[in-house]
């Protein structure tokens, strides 16, 4: 017997074949090296249908229990690490239903009864991706716990917040941690949007067209703790736009990951010098002993792009497939599992920046202190007090801001009667505005960056993600 002739007759569906696959068919058909991470939905699955078959009657009770033990054999195997994963059996359903044969004989052959590949592979990497989206939106919980933390401590630390990278106003870092809560809070949400939306059940749907047998699909669909079976057996076995929105909410999340990664790097730079990083999130030089490198949030930052990669990677695979299935939904997992992988240690890594973070509360005060960043308020004070119309206000102050400029001083260093050489009726009140304290003391309104706002808003997260 040739060895094509062998790999033929493993193959369960050799019988249609006279000869085995090339061995460049064989690598390019194969995944799995990809798809072995399925394998407890796999079995999940697998154990759904039999109990199904059963209670339907389509196979006996003493067959639905040999397969029932032989699964269960199998994952005591995989989880020991004592399964043989073979290549010439292409996936893990076919090696999972290989080794079945082996422990329990004939009956094994029953399992697959009313059932495909497309909706068994579909089946189990909706499961996989339900599993991601709690994963991820739990991840994010621990990252959000973390920032409302450290919003909390910070909550009257004074920075510079900055509009195209320029000082602008004054805000605190509490406000700035508080900013990606929401953040990180709106991503949460779409992983769980997108769990609700993926939470039908594929199984049943056979290879295409559903199955003449008696099947109970509201059965499996249960104990698969899926909300309801999929409505139309072709979307059921084609469709892939719940792995595309997870892959699109995992976009976004890493989109405001890498923001946050990206200001780390800059904070901790010497130019900034408003927070150091310790040791266990730093990295030294190999020639320069003076360097602490910040490459954990270069690293958050950097896999960002991977995450794009996948969903783009995807989005082509789908863009022009017509139904049912093809084999070109194969690659559907290996890009999704690089990105779920990428953002879980992404997301894993800022929560440990985060809680590792010390803020350089005078550093960021004097960066505060510079670029007139209470401008604002100083036009702000000439409408309350003097009744000028917000432009004219706005105008009054750029020539105040020019003369201080010109005399290389802060808007709080100019001598009142400087001011009054542009605006007479400034009176000595309007000292009272421009320090950076008395500035985000003032954003009372809600969502302001005032500290008695920033403690009360960090509060409400931590009491509402220790309750979640």
Request: negative net charge; hydrophobic residues 45%; proline residues 3%.
């Amino acid at each position: 017997m040739t060895d094509k002739t062998e790999r033929s007759e493993n193959q369960m569906w050799g019988g249609r074949f006279s000869q085995g696959p090339a061995e460049i068919m064989e690598a390019i058909n194969a995944s799995i090296d990809i798809d072995r991470r399925l394998w407890r939905e796999d079995i999940a699955g697998s154990k759904a249908h039999a109990a199904m078959l059963a209670e339907t009657g389509i196979i006996s009770r003493k067959d639905a229990a040999a397969i029932l033990g032989g699964l269960d054999q199998i994952a005591g195997e995989i989880e020991a690490g004592t399964f043989t994963f073979s290549r010439a059996l292409e996936d893990i359903h076919m090696n999972i239903e290989a080794r079945l044969k082996e422990i329990i004989g004939e009956p094994a052959g029953r399992l697959h009864t009313a059932r495909s590949r497309n909706d068994q592979v579909a089946t189990d990497f909706r499961l996989w991706c339900r599993s991601a989206c709690e994963d991820a939106a739990a991840a994010l919980g621990a990252l959000m716990a973390a920032l409302a933390e450290g919003a909390l401590v910070t909550a009257d630390a004074v920075m510079p917040g900055f509009t195209h990278l320029q000082t602008a106003q004054p805000v605190t870092l509490g406000h700035h941690f508080l900013a990606y809560v929401e953040m990180f809070s709106r991503d949460a949400g779409r992983f769980m949007d997108a769990r609700e939306r993926m939470n039908e059940c594929p199984l049943g749907s056979a290879a295409l067209a559903g199955t003449p047998f008696p099947i109970d699909r509201d059965a499996t669909a249960t104990t698969l703790g899926f909300d309801q079976p999929c409505a139309n057996s072709l979307d059921g076995v084609s469709s892939r736009d719940f792995a595309l929105e997870l892959l699109s909410a995992s976009a976004i999340t890493a989109t405001h990951l890498s923001r946050l990664a990206e200001e780390i790097v800059l904070w901790t730079s010497p130019q900034f010098g408003f927070a150091t990083l310790s040791d266990a999130f730093s990295t030294g030089s190999s020639i320069m002993p003076q360097k602490r490198n910040p490459d954990a949030a270069e690293l958050v930052r950097a896999k960002t792009g991977r995450i794009y990669g996948s969903l783009n990677s995807l989005l082509t695979v789908m863009k022009a497939l017509p139904l049912a299935y093809a084999k070109d939904l194969q690659e559907d997992k290996a890009a999704t599992f690089e990105a779920i992988d990428a953002l879980a240690l992404t997301i894993s890594a800022m929560t440990g920046m985060i809680g590792d973070l010390t803020p350089n509360r005078d550093n960021m005060k004097e960066a505060a202190m510079r670029g007139f960043s209470t401008a604002t308020d100083l036009a702000d004070w000439l409408v309350r007090e003097l009744g000028l119309p917000f432009r004219d206000a706005h105008h009054v102050t750029g020539r105040i801001v020019a003369l201080a400029e010109q005399s290389k001083k802060r808007l709080d260093q100019l001598a009142l009667a400087d001011m009054q050489k542009v605006e007479p009726r400034i009176t000595a009140d309007i000292f009272n505005v421009l320090s950076v304290e008395a500035s985000v003391a003032s954003r009372r309104a809600y969502g302001g960056t005032a500290p008695e706002n920033v403690k009360a808003e960090a509060q409400r997260w931590i009491a509402a993600l220790k309750k979640d």
